[in-house]
């Protein structure tokens, strides 16, 4: 950035030109005693051309040439971005080979980006340049604004149809959540549910377990308070942890949406696509004073970052950890740590349970039939590998897998299925959403209410006027 | 080029002076000097004064990025906006942190290194190479580089910290006091090549003869830099200075591939708010207000340094 800036000054020129002058007597006077750099370099230059050159005749050479001159690609050829790593990316990489496997060895491009922010502007970005993908993953809650924006074309029964599928093959949750003015903006791959993971053992010294070697039901408030109480006097330490430091503002977000909505006074957090703040303010405090509650009482942490609060319950130095499934990877690799999970109880008036979905979208492009026809046949052959999808925690939304033998079988991950049915999901805002603008926000106040530094009161207001910018502002879609 | 020598007149002083001086160009070279300037001309144009001209413009109403035309007309709304937001102050001061961090180190160690280079005989290049090959790399590699030096207890940094009998901590960018001083250190080490570049090209055109007057006179090494070379590169120390503040004022590549911003927001600079709003929030409007105000402070920071400094010449005079 700064080299291109300074180029532009003239003046810059005449010192570097002069320095260069010298450096020519230099070379002439040094050229006898060998290799000049000049030649050195050129050579360099010379040998660096040949693979590239080399590149453009084989297989991936066609798309280095479609990158640099912008010839196309075989129109077989489905482009496919996504936002999978770790655990998730390595399934993800299993799935797009079964789909090699059936359609031949070029037949897909698949592109993964970094999460959040930085992926959903990458494909409003190509969208709106005109060179998006075929086929995108989206998280539900960030296709709304996607969609809001005509970034997407509709999924209509006849593309679901053209690859036998209908909406009845889908869970209701996920599938009703994504109709947005009647039409389907997206194909739910999955649910991915706030969870509560436990260690058996700690759990076992305080009694929670059941015959079975389950961890017991916690019905009510009473119940689940009692719980953290033993768990704590086995742990002389936290019994429960909730990462809330270091940057982690989604985890405070996932916890407090998860327990608000069990209220049966719960409105939205924002209404009217994010243009009003909704929020019901008492069922805000009674559940930031309850959670501040347990951390005066040492039950929860004050403040450990993602990976800390994960290593306590891994360790036993806590017997409970809420977080997203996708962890289950994770806790699978430690040696020796046997650990469940079941779904977040129901403390108050109802169940519900913070969550999300991965999808898949079809940017808008001109498509022929044929490539319409391509990119459903892919959200197809994912549907059909989601048993693959399901090792890595998430709840598949497509129900001949969801409903197979193989699938309840599958433990842990069956044990919490159930959460797909009560999910709630973030209210639409245009930057509002998994990993947005409104969940840095919202969350970072709440990670401070649980270190204790700011009162449920204060945190509110900081929410208030923080947000109050968005609130404000028409929405740019 | 050749001609340049120690006694360059200074422009306003020509002026000044009531010499005429007169083109060998005659009015019909004009023509063709245009059709030169041209192929420039169409670029410069293109994309520098027509998006600048569009920027102006968009900053008054509710641009999106994904919607065609300009939208509704906000007036100075996005101004407003910008002017009352916490972290677009905050975006600002970074930058003019990275700025007080960068400029200093990047103007003193360049002029040290270049006259430290400049008294070789033998093997100068090896110098002038090293120091000038890290400012060839790009932002994303230089970035990775400091990245892996960083990395809390196993990187570098943290090697030469317990050989000091310093417990490394959780790393220097990963607290938001020394974030910014991590991703400072780099840029130095990037770009310190090109002001290097200048001050050896400046001191290359002292003439010889100075010093050796000074020798004789029994002028010691440091009288001589004193009183010879650091006057005569007072024109470069003003070129590299006004250059180095603009650039440090444009941050963006290291901060966003080494940070992201963060610790939070602790090292946010406000090019990368203009881009979070242009393109993650999708609000080219207020983005364009954001480039608009940035762009202010730009001016009028240049606009102080170049008064200060005609008065600093003034008084020399």
Request: with cysteine.
């Amino acid at each position: 950035m700064s080299a291109r800036a300074r180029l532009w000054f003239p003046h810059t020129t005449h010192a570097a030109a002069a320095a260069h002058d010298k450096e020519v007597v230099n070379d002439m006077a040094r050229s006898s005693t060998g290799l000049s750099r000049r030649a050195f370099l050129a050579a360099g230059l010379g040998a660096a051309t040949v693979p590239l050159l080399a590149g453009c005749s084989s297989g991936t050479g066609t798309t280095v040439a479609a990158g640099l001159f912008g010839t196309k690609l075989p129109t077989s050829t489905l482009i496919y971005w996504n936002l999978f790593g770790g655990g998730d990316g390595t399934r993800m990489q299993a799935m797009e080979a079964g789909y090699e496997k059936q359609y031949g060895a070029n037949s897909l491009q698949a592109t993964t980006f970094a999460w959040g922010n930085p992926y959903y502007t990458k494909v409003t970005l190509a969208t709106v340049g005109n060179k998006p993908p075929d086929v995108a993953v989206s998280h539900l809650t960030r296709a709304k604004p996607l969609w809001d924006g005509g970034l997407l074309e509709p999924i209509t029964d006849d593309d679901l149809a053209s690859v036998g599928l209908s909406a009845s093959d889908f869970s209701q949750r996920p599938w009703n959540e994504q109709r947005t003015d009647g039409q389907n903006i997206c194909v739910p791959l999955d649910t991915h549910p706030l969870v509560m993971f436990y260690n058996d053992d700690v759990c076992r010294k305080a009694g929670l377990m059941d015959s079975s070697g389950t961890l017991k039901k916690l019905n009510n408030l009473d119940e689940f308070e009692s719980a953290l109480a033993a768990i704590s006097k086995v742990t002389k330490g936290p019994a429960m942890t909730i990462a809330n430091v270091a940057g982690e503002t989604a985890t405070p977000w996932r916890v407090f949406w998860t327990f608000y909505n069990q209220h049966s006074q719960a409105t939205p957090f924002l209404s009217d696509n994010g243009s009003k703040l909704t929020v019901n303010e008492d069922v805000f405090n009674d559940v930031t004073t309850r959670l501040q509650s347990w951390v005066k009482k040492g039950w929860v942490n004050s403040g450990l970052d993602y990976a800390t609060a994960e290593s306590y319950m891994f360790t036993g130095k806590a017997g409970l950890y809420l977080e997203g499934e996708w962890e289950i990877t994770t806790a699978q690799s430690v040696k020796g740590l046997k650990f469940g999970i079941v779904p977040v109880p129901t403390l108050y008036d109802k169940a519900a349970t913070q969550a999300d979905s991965h999808t898949f979208v079809l940017p808008r492009k001109d498509r022929t039939p044929e490539q319409r026809k391509q990119a459903m046949l892919f959200i197809r052959s994912m549907l059909d590998q989601s048993l693959t999808w399901a090792k890595g925690g998430h709840i598949p939304a497509y129900q001949p897998v969801a409903r197979s033998a193989a699938y309840k079988t599958l433990k842990p991950q069956s044990d919490y299925a159930s959460v797909a049915s009560s999910a709630v999901y973030d209210d639409p805002a245009w930057y509002g959403g998994s990993g947005s603008t409104f969940e840095n926000i919202v969350g970072a106040q709440l990670g401070l209410v649980q270190q204790l530094t700011l009162s449920p009161q204060e945190a509110l207001q900081a929410i208030k006027s923080q947000l109050s910018v968005y609130l404000n502002t028409p929405s740019p879609l | 080029m050749t001609t340049a020598t120690a006694a360059r007149p200074r422009p306003r002083a020509v002026r000044n002076s009531g010499l005429t001086y007169r083109s060998p160009l005659q009015r019909k070279d004009g023509r063709s000097a245009w059709l030169f300037l041209a192929p420039f001309g169409v670029f410069y144009l293109a994309f520098l004064l027509g998006p600048t001209i569009y920027m102006l413009v968009m900053s008054f109403f509710n641009t999106s990025m994904v919607r065609t035309g300009l939208g509704s007309f906000a007036g100075f709304a996005n101004y407003a906006e910008m002017l009352t937001r916490p972290d677009f102050w905050s975006s600002l001061l970074h930058t003019l942190q990275f700025t007080l961090y960068t400029t200093p180190p990047l103007v003193i160690l360049a002029f040290v290194f270049a006259v430290l280079t400049n008294r070789f005989n033998r093997g100068q290049w090896f110098f002038r190479l090293a120091f000038f090959l890290p400012f060839i790399l790009p932002s994303a590699t230089i970035s990775l580089i400091w990245v892996f030096v960083f990395t809390p207890s196993t990187g570098l940094w943290a090697m030469v910290e317990t050989w000091f009998g310093i417990t490394p901590g959780s790393g220097v960018l990963s607290s938001p006091n020394t974030a910014m001083i991590g991703v400072a250190i780099a840029t130095v080490w990037w770009t310190l090549g090109f002001n290097f570049v200048l001050y050896i090209a400046g001191l290359q055109e002292i003439p010889r003869e100075l010093y050796e007057a000074a020798a004789v006179d029994g002028a010691s090494a440091w009288s001589q830099i004193r009183f010879i070379t650091i006057p005569m590169l007072a024109r470069t120390t003003t070129l590299v200075v006004l250059l180095q503040i603009i650039a440090s004022l444009k941050i963006f590549d290291q901060v966003y591939l080494m940070t992201g911003g963060g610790p939070g927001i602790s090292t946010q600079v406000s090019l990368q708010l203009i881009t979070g709003t242009a393109f993650t929030d999708n609000r080219l409007g207020a983005a364009s207000a954001a480039s608009v105000l940035l762009f202010i402070v730009i001016i009028v920071i240049a606009i102080i340094r170049q008064l200060t400094d005609r008065s600093a010449a003034k008084k020399e005079a």
